[in-house]
């Protein structure tokens, strides 16, 4: 849009922009386009070159609802922040926020909405609250309220599959009453005590999240124990992935039709096979049997048997129906939870060929479990722009930033979004006559009532800071910025002696499925302030590799997974300055303190107490070297 102007200088600063050349264009440039991340990472101290904030003179936030939480938004304007009470004669660039609705925090009230708004005011210095009011018939012209259908989910009849899998869940669940398992439960120690008062603790209802998450609890409670007793540990690990399976397909055949759940329940099965291929006891192979038996059971299931799931044929009447009226102007989304749920629902909805569904999910890791690379994305929106394809079954990513005014229906199937969400994605219905369908539980349904009521709210909140004087406004956000920014003192000060307080400790990293070596403490190393490196060559022996679709961002190029020697997933090949790295992935591994013989808990790799040396560039070449053959 601004290409019009041609004596201004644009640059679009992407991740493929090194250092240098971006410094460079931060010297030449006038006028620059980058997410929040980019420009938050060409900030930083450690940078080479880092930008100092003063170089700008306007700062353009859009979306600026995001400066609230934890966000590249919110770490922008706490450099802001700094410099502004570092030096006072500093040039700081103004700040303009852009957002369709600054949201309320979950205010139960007007004057609780209204502290939120000038929360958010206060993070970004803003004094001045711009609404449209003069011409807000002008505004209408232009835009126009879509038609809001709420529908409840409804259930079928007679369900077969979901019979079938709850009946195998209360079978795995049996198992941890064996005697095998019991007599293991009653060793005397805290963290096997634990254990058991989690197994005891099974939440009754299968079809609910908190299933899914005690399953993850339990399992983080079982590998911390693995060194004790190789049999019993592992073969929970391995009732609890059975379990994980079972209510995955139990949430699948909730949403979606048989045939879903028979993709799903298959690749999980040949998963598990090749997982257990050194599964030599009893007890796992008659789970892996049991497994592959309900597997089959699935894929023989008479059609005319198992009934269509009613939602989706709610969906597909609605489809059909807007089809007819707006033919090929037919633009439609359909928002769903998972990228699982959006790839099977556009594999279902294939057969309504004048649509030609696609889906449309995030680009961040873990493309082979359906996500989308930039460039495909992109991709996807230009044929949707364009008509080739007519319906979009997307998930939350779509639900922002992206422009589409020809949308003219949006489902949202048992997608649940606060009350930003959910205006946003109302926004993105901007024809005449446009429809919004919504799916969902009771539950779900009743949020969306609370979030129509929270946007009345924060019209209140913004008529109530509108009615305030400047001078009042400018008072108010000048004492709540001094507060924000001695907590954000304080927080530095907080994370700098933490990092002083790392000891230098005889250390090792694990496989955590199986306690296999991965690495020892100091050959571990730290790239780019978060990526830990296994610095020891002999790594490339010990491990696997299965090539992915390569994903860059910034100069890391991810090209291939990793699996240790032992079978088990450990990291990514990472590519930097044409070297291969393996990088640890934490969720994989434990981390053991040598001379105390004890595992350390840790959720993230930054609670690792130890110090870990960190490389830069230097270090890379010369790790490169060591890799190359030596000349004879
Ligand atoms: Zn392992």
Known sequence: ??????????????????????????????????????????????????????????????????????????????????????????????????????????????????????????????????????????????????????????????????????????????????????????????????????????????????????????????????????????????????????????????????????????AKSSDESIQSQNANTIEERDILKYLEDVCTFMCSLDPQQVECNPDVQEIIHWLQREYEKQGDNSRFFIFVKTRATAKALAKQLEYLKNLSCQYFTGSQVGLEDGGLTKHKQLEVLNKFKSGVHKCLVATAVASEGIDIPECNMMIRYRFTANEITSCQMRGRIRTAGGKEVIIGSEKENLRETINVERMVLMERAVDAVLAMTEHEIREKINKSEQLLFQSEEVERKKALESSKNKVVAKFKVNCRKCSKDIVEGHNLRILKGSLHVVFDNSIFGRITRKPIKHIVTEDIKLTDKVFGECGHEWGHINVYNDCELVVLAQKYIKVYNVAKQVPINIKKWKDVPYKIESVDNDDILAFRASQLPTPE
């Open 1 to 266: 849009m601004l290409g019009k102007s041609n004596n201004i200088k644009k640059f679009l600063i992407g991740q493929e922009s090194t250092d240098e050349s971006a410094r460079l264009q931060f010297d030449k440039g006038r006028l620059f386009f980058m997410t929040p991340q980019l420009l938050m990472n060409k900030m930083k101290l450690d940078e080479k070159f880092p930008v100092p904030i003063s170089t700008f003179s306007m700062l353009v936030l859009d979306e600026c609802h995001h400066v609230h939480g934890k966000t590249p938004y919110n770490d922008i304007m706490a450099t802001y922040r700094k410099a502004k009470n570092d030096s006072q004669e500093m040039k700081l660039p103004q700040i303009v926020g852009l957002t369709a609705s600054p949201g309320t925090n979950k205010a139960k009230d007007e004057s609780s909405a209204k502290e939120h708004l000038m929360k958010v005011m206060t993070t970004m210095d803003v004094i001045h609250l711009s609404t449209v009011r003069k011409h807000k018939e002008n505004l209408q012209e232009h835009t126009s309220e879509a038609e809001q259908v709420v529908l409840q989910m409804k259930v079928r009849k007679r369900n077969p599959i979901q019979d079938k899998l709850e009946s195998s869940i209360s079978y795995v669940e049996r198992k941890f009453n064996s005697e095998k398992v019991q007599k293991f439960l009653d060793i005397n120690m805290q963290d096997i005590h634990e254990v058991k008062q989690s197994l005891q603790n099974t939440p009754v209802q299968k079809m609910e999240q908190t299933y899914i998450q005690w399953i993850t609890e339990t399992r983080l409670k079982v590998e911390n124990v693995l060194n004790k007793d190789e049999f019993v540990p592992r073969l929970l690990l391995t009732y609890l992935r059975h379990l994980e399976i079972y209510a995955e397909c139990l949430e699948m055949n909730s949403l979606l039709d048989k045939q879903a759940v028979v993709d799903l329940i298959t």
